[in-house]
């Protein structure tokens, strides 16, 4: 297991859990973080016995408070661009189904963090925004982009031209969140998804979740394409006999993973 700084990782059966871990800055996103996450949710994603990922925040103030103000305050385009634009990507391409469990703030970067996640539970005092122009900038890691999938063109922007801070059971009214659980109980909940997730077909589920993306980046007929081709790909695995025979005679499937 490599050793990291700025985030812990532990594993539960067969979730990864990554927490962010610097909860004296609100868990704010410095680029060594970013680094050290895309290389744990690489090395989770290479596991075959991990089938789903929940990324969290510690203590119980923030899920993150956006990307480090202080260590970017400095910086030049050609910084934010080599230092940092990396790891957001290499955390895009992860193929494990993600689950943001968010207690507290989740601003900023922690926010479009928690969008590149597919699955959001929230502690009903979590506080969602996009604050980046209060400090003169613009979301920097997909916010302007799945916000406005996610809510809709009126609502985001509302949320990045003011920087709003939006409680977590409006953003669940609107669709981005997925439950909204009491002060406290984020990972609780958020491992109880994941179990569920991760009992399920391993393949099936990462071919799934690449299905389901590929709804925002194509258009129409390329996603039916896609989802055709990954549903067929699915009966050359193991799992899948398995699963239908599991049906026909009336017991649970037991996947492997093959
Ligand atoms: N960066 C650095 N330090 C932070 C950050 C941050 N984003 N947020 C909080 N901290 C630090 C504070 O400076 C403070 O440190 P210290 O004790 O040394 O002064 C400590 O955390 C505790 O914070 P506060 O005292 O401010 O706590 P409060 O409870 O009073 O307030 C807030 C909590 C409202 C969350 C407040 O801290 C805040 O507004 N934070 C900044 C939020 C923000 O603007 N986030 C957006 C940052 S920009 C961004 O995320 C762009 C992402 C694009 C990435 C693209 C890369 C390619």
């Known amino acids: ?39 744990a949710l690489e090395d989770f994603d290479r596991d075959e016995a991990i089938h789903c990922i929940v990324i969290t925040g510690s203590g119980e103030k923030a899920f993150a408070a956006g990307a480090d103000i202080k260590e970017m305050a400095d910086k030049s385009p050609i910084d934010m661009l080599q230092d940092s634009s990396d790891g957001w990507r290499r955390i895009k391409r992860v193929r494990t189904p993600l689950i943001a469990a968010v207690g507290g703030y989740a601003l900023g970067g922690g926010c479009e963090l928690v969008m590149t996640c597919d699955m959001i539970v929230a502690s009903e005092n979590a506080r969602f925004g996009q604050p980046e122009i209060l400090i003169g900038v613009i979301p920097g890691a997909g916010g302007t982009q799945r916000l406005t999938r996610a809510i809709g ?95 026909i005679e009336k017991r649970k499937a037991e996947f492997k993973g093959r």
Not at 3 to 27: C, F, S, W
Not at 200 to 218: D, G
Not at 220 to 240: H, R, V, Y
């Open 153 to 247: 063109k009126y609502r985001a922007m509302e949320m990045i031209l003011t920087g709003a801070q939006i409680p977590a059971q409006e953003l669940a009214d609107l669709g981005l969140v997925n439950r909204v659980v009491p002060k406290g109980k984020h990972l609780d909940a958020a491992l109880e998804l994941a179990h569920k997730v991760a009992e399920q077909a391993p393949i099936a589920a990462r071919l799934a979740k690449e299905s389901i993306l590929a709804a925002f980046e194509t258009p129409l007929a390329d996603g039916l394409e896609i989802e055709q081709k990954n549903f067929s790909l699915l009966f050359a695995t193991e799992d899948m006999r398995e699963g239908m025979r599991a049906f």
């Open 1 to 39: 297991m490599a050793e990291y700084h700025y985030i812990l990782t532990e594993r539960d059966e067969h979730v990864g859990i990554v927490t962010l871990n610097r909860p004296k800055e609100l868990n704010a996103l410095n680029f060594q973080l970013i680094e050290e996450l895309a290389h």
